[in-house]
């Protein structure tokens, strides 16, 4: 295969200082891999700005859906109602999941160029008191829309309701201080804006919230309240643990200290984002989600014309470089490109230039 550039909401195009930690074989059993699972767990808690008294972070294999579902079966129990926020295809994969939990739900859904009303969701939370919990997407993948986790966490607060909150697509690439929102789970990926490799997520939890969780869970290897006992001891993953990739995201979370923090890396994904809309639009390819609504996180983009052909779109631009994403939309015809990852202007330049090459060709 050619080395290309990912331009994709993860996996993503990540630095060879990460790809080289995997170049090494580790023992689970080991005290300096267990070493690195902490390590990973306290510089977690350190990004988010969650204190170590009041939470904890359990690390989970799989990919990110692995541990949203370990959250969703571990700690929503039968006498529970949760309300499912969903505007976009993830969103509606957690009512997949709680479907097939079989628990007892609500779901406020709307379309996906939308964002989630206060007034709505308050008058849904007032009517039904048997809810419990909210789940939501923060940036939702399937548009790129950014959700507004602000105002959700004050209505959890106030309506003293569990908050579960996706992050996968977001957390390491915009600012969350989850203690200060009062989120109680938070989870997230290791191939995202942390810029590692796929083969685990991670959930940042309430501890007064993660205790209640015991004998809930639905299944052994998803079991979040289990997880956390067992690396909570020394580190040490119950079954065994993805140690190339574990070393790998650690060596990431060095490089995005290094960098500067989330605040420089999310400066430089809206960077990203700034100058593909803006070059895209100057050949007729508008942003499907409006400026005010969009994540720097990946860019959803409406075909120019009903004559427009992604496949050919794809590899044309494939065959110089770069890797991007078709869409998910059901009422529109869509592809994506992902802002994040080891990506820099200049790589957003030449993706432009290669689209624009392209249009010039099919439009002559």
Known sequence: MKNYKLLTPGP??????????????????????????????????????????????VLMQGSGTFSVESVISSSISKNDKVLIVTNGAYGERIVKMAKYIGLNFVQYSIAYDELPKEEELRDIIEKDSAITHIVMVHCETTTGILNPIEMVADLSKEYNKTLIIDAMSSFGGIEIDIQKLGIDYLISSANKCIQGVPGFGFVIAKLNKLVQCEGIARSVSLDLFDQWKEMDKDGKWRFTSPTHVVAAFSKAIDELIEEGGISARYARYKNNNRVLRMRLKEVGINAYISEENQSPIITTFLFPSEQFSFENFYYFIKEKGFVIYPGKLTDADTFRVGNIGEIYEEDIQSLCNIIEEYMGVVTK
């Open 12 to 57: 993503l195009t990540t630095t060879n200082t990460v790809k080289e930690e995997m170049l090494f074989d580790r023992c689970t059993w080991d005290n300096d891999y267990k070493e690195i699972t902490q390590k990973i767990r306290t510089q977690l808690l350190e990004l988010a700005n969650a204190s170590e008294e009041d939470y904890t972070v």
